[in-house]
Nanobody, 127 residues
Framework: QVQLVESGGGLVQAGGSLRLSCAAS????????MGWFRQAPGKERESAAA????????YLAASVKGRCTISRDNAKNTVDLQMNSLKPEDTAVYYC????????????????????WGQGTQVTVSS
């Protein structure tokens, strides 16, 4: 069982930056591939970024590539999403998710692959 708690959301002007952090419980954090998803009002949840168990492989959605980075610290049981040059269309609830994986190179991008989810943190970007 993994519990995930996101933090770092808020209101920011377009062009600004936010760093989202997800803290995970449990002693097997390094066994989980991790992902960040987002869901805007009236839209489906979509993958924003994902990272392999060791952090050596990452995925960034086209919509955030070049503006965001995902990183993890397995010693601290955290995964972060650094978001720069934010746009109004980045406004959404951002969710952290964990997928137990036996493959060190696995970077899941589909929401259905993930086993555990946080409660979400709101990001609002004003124009």
């Amino acid at each position: 069982q993994v519990q995930l708690v996101e933090s770092g959301g808020g209101l920011v002007q377009a062009g600004g930056s936010l760093r989202l952090s997800c803290a995970a419980s449990g002693r097997t954090f390094s066994s989980y591939a991790m992902g960040w998803f987002r869901q805007a009002p009236g839209k489906e949840r979509e993958s924003a970024a994902a990272i392999s168990r060791s952090g050596g492989i990452t995925y960034l959605a086209a919509s955030v590539k070049g503006r965001c980075t995902i990183s993890r610290d397995n010693a601290k049981n955290t995964v972060d999403l650094q978001m720069n040059s934010l746009k109004p269309e980045d406004t959404a609830v951002y969710y952290c998710a964990a997928d137990y994986s036996g493959d060190s190179a696995y970077v899941p991008t589909l929401a259905g692959k993930y086993d555990y989810w946080g409660q979400g943190t709101q990001v609002t970007v004003s124009s």
